[in-house]
């Protein structure tokens, strides 16, 4: 079985300021991370995803993510954060070998002017 | 492209009633899923299908029925609806190729009195 755990339910920033939100999973097998975004009202949305390779993932509007096999994580960072940021972030996993996506229980970045 | 489409997009209704939430992809995904969504708990699958005619179910199944009569429709049957399923739900679907990311609908918000 795999779960994961987002260690910040909220995370208040000002405009331009970086922001990091931290998840950490497990799984006794080889995984696959997401991280979605869910914007109010509306659904989930694919911000990023790490598949194999490069252990460092780029989304377009600037977000970056880090796979660390040994601390088992895959924090999110944005260097300067916009007011459109404002969001609920949220981390998943999925075994490389399987469909079932595992949520973890959401972020949600408050971006203050 | 109209990609997942859910309806309704609000219900309310009364203990012990039933209903369907209708979820339909014209993507012609083989893999789709539903969701439910409460405040801290992220994001919780309830019942999965990899194809027309296949089935299987989740980590919160109870309550909760499903059918996969055609590619496009994955339809959720709530047979006695009680105050513990009220929720947002979410329809969601993707290739079966395991690195594919979801897509999901926008979400039916669902209050049982």
């Known amino acids: 079985a795999q779960s994961v755990t987002q260690l910040d339910s909220q995370v208040p920033v000002f405009e331009e300021a970086p922001v990091e939100l931290r998840c950490n999973y497990s799984?006794?097998?080889?995984?696959?991370l997401f991280w979605y975004v869910q914007y109010p009202n509306q659904g989930l949305q694919l911000l990023l995803k790490y598949l194999s390779g490069s252990t460092l993932v780029e989304s377009i509007n600037g977000f970056e993510a880090e796979f660390n096999k040994s601390q088992t994580s895959f924090h999110l960072r944005k260097p300067s954060v916009h007011i459109s940021d404002t969001a609920e972030y949220f981390c998943?996993?999925?075994?490389?070998?399987?469909?079932?996506?595992?949520f973890g229980g959401g972020t949600r970045v408050l971006v203050k002017p | 492209n109209a990609g997942v489409t859910q309806t309704p997009k609000f219900q309310v209704l009364k203990t012990g009633q039933s209903m369907t939430l209708q979820c339909a992809q014209d993507?012609?995904?083989?893999?789709m899923s539903w969701y439910r969504q409460d405040p801290g708990m992220g994001l919780r699958l309830i019942h999965y299908s990899v194809g027309a005619g296949i089935t299987d179910q989740g980590e919160v199944p109870n309550g909760y029925n499903v059918s996969r009569s055609t590619t496009e429709d994955f339809p959720l049957r709530l047979l006695s609806a009680a105050p513990s399923q009220t929720s947002v739900y979410f329809c969601?679907?993707?290739?079966?190729?395991?690195?594919?990311?979801?897509?999901f609908g926008n979400g039916t918000r669902l209050t049982v009195t």
């Open positions: 998943a996993v999925s075994q490389a070998a399987g469909n079932k996506l595992t």
């Open positions: 969601a679907s993707k290739w079966t190729a395991h690195n594919s990311p979801l897509h």
């Open positions: 799984s006794s097998v080889s995984v696959y």
């Open positions: 993507m012609n995904h083989e893999y």
